[in-house]
């Protein structure tokens, strides 16, 4: 039994998939914009997918996954207002938008990869599926929800009424003219572009041919028409940064039941911010901390895969460089425990129904709305009273994907374990000197003797 707080009805429910009798599980999480590389605060929401992910799949479920990648319509402001992303990315980097989009989706899927997100079953890309948008912009616009001004084709939010139920907003207050202009035209601030036009003034690189005349899509409207095609509505779980509930996230669900007469999805669930210290990770702050970064700075990307993993995905997560350095330790302890496992190959002190109470266990803090951080306190104890094997830690990595299995066995050369056996033999022999002296020998060579009740034990390091 899982269990999963749904932002629609603000509670934590009982996952139930839509196709029952199949164990399949539809889940969409909206992609990047690939104009940019993704920070690891933006990564952080693709860590909090994977663990879903991951969680329903250790539950038995086939998850059938779909990932956009935004590579048109996405503007400045995500109400529909600014310039757009892409154009303006290609001409600062003096590339076509195109180019932008390959380089910065492939930026993506290597950052991923290296912190073990595993790639969606499907990659949807919003300029493949033009068709889609544009079908899904008739039936809207054939059921009355569209309205024509100077700018393109607009969705009318008065004519659906529980508008917001999303955000938890009766009005959705919107500050408008904050940042942009708004749309002249416009008939409620809420209203969002369906077709955006090609400005007169000069050619746009992204543009296609519409029943409405020439232009881009909204941005709103790529996933909805993609999950229709690829998941069917309503699917089951949609995901995302908590950031896109007001405005992203409340327009696909109302072009949804304006255009189907249906829900979405039935779970809508959220990822926390990354925080700093002393605000938001921005671009145009000039913070932003890369994958790439870390990796300069010789700090295993899994480090932050961990760091996220102590804190639930619902929790704001304040970064520093300590707080990863920290988790950069943790983990190598943990490598160094399970290298330890390894190589002892014995069982744990624990019997076959103890162990099946600590799968239960284990099942019971990551069903419950995916508490890794419980989880993970709980494998520590586990390792530190010497209950856990090899196998089951293999198991449960299969939910943490911190590359547990490509940890190799303590091997002791073979001169080690001969000194360690010279050393007890003059224990045994009471000679203190000699064995202290053949003790710092073996600490010489990096490894170091520890006296158990079951005799010498051999570990790595000093
Ligand atoms: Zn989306």
């Known amino acids: 039994m899982i269990k999963l707080y749904n932002t629609l009805t603000r509670k934590k ?65 995500d109400a529909d207002e600014g310039e757009d992303k892409m154009e303006k990315a290609a001409q600062k980097e003096k590339k076509t938008a195109w180019q932008i989009a390959e380089f910065y989706a492939q930026a993506f899927k290597k950052d991923i990869k290296a912190l073990n997100i595993k790639e969606p079953g499907q990659w949807v890309k919003a300029t493949d599926h033009i068709k889609e948008q544009i079908a899904l912009i008739r039936i809207l616009e054939k059921k009355g929800y569209t309205y024509r001004i100077k700018d393109g084709i607009y969705f009318d939010t008065s004519k659906i009424k529980d508008y917001g139920k999303l955000a938890g907003l009766k009005k959705r207050k919107l500050k408008a003219g904050a940042r942009v202009k708004i749309t002249e035209g416009k008939k409620n601030i809420t209203d969002f572009a369906l077709w955006k036009f090609s400005p007169k003034e000069f050619k746009r690189q992204m543009e296609w041919d519409s029943p409405w005349g020439i232009g881009f899509p909204g941005w709103h409207t790529e996933c909805i028409a993609m999950a229709e095609k690829y998941l069917g509505i309503p699917f089951d779980i949609h995901t995302g940064a908590i950031d896109l ?83 950069q330790n943790a983990l190598n302890n943990l490598y160094e425990k399970i290298a330890e496992i390894k190589s002892k190959n014995k069982m744990p002190k624990s019997d076959r129904s103890e162990r099946f109470w600590h799968r239960d266990k284990f099942l019971s803090y990551i069903n419950d709305d995916l508490n890794t951080p419980k989880a993970l306190a709980f494998i520590w104890k586990l390792i530190k009273e010497d209950k856990i094997s090899y196998e089951l830690l293999l198991e449960f990595d299969r939910v943490l994907g911190l590359d547990l299995d490509k940890i190799k066995e303590i091997k002791i050369p073979a001169g080690i374990k001969e000194l360690a056996e010279k050393r007890e033999k003059y224990r045994k022999e009471k000679n203190w000197e000699k064995a202290d002296q053949i003790r710092k020998e073996i600490e010489k060579l990096g490894f170091k003797v520890e006296d158990t009740s079951q005799g010498a034990d051999i570990k790595k390091g000093c």
Request: aromatic content about 12%.
């Open 13 to 77: 429910q009982i996952f139930k998939p839509v196709k029952k009798t199949r164990n399949e599980v539809g889940f969409y999480s909206c992609g990047p914009t690939v104009y940019w590389y993704a920070h690891i605060g933006n990564l952080r929401t693709y860590i909090f997918n994977d663990l879903l992910k991951r969680v329903l799949e250790y539950n038995r479920y086939k998850v059938k996954h779909v990932m956009n990648l935004t590579d048109v319509g996405h503007l400045t402001s």
């Open 245 to 327: 509930i007001p405005i992203h996230h409340t327009n696909e669900i109302a072009q949804a039941q304006a255009a189907f007469g249906k829900k979405m999805a039935n779970f809508w669930l959220h990822g926390e911010h990354l925080i700093l210290e002393h605000g938001k990770m921005a671009k145009s702050e000039g913070n932003i901390i890369l994958i790439d970064d870390l990796i300069k700075k010789q700090i295993n990307p899994l480090s932050y895969r961990y760091l996220c993993l102590q804190a639930h995905y619902r929790s704001k997560l304040t970064f520093s460089w300590e707080s990863l350095k920290s988790a």
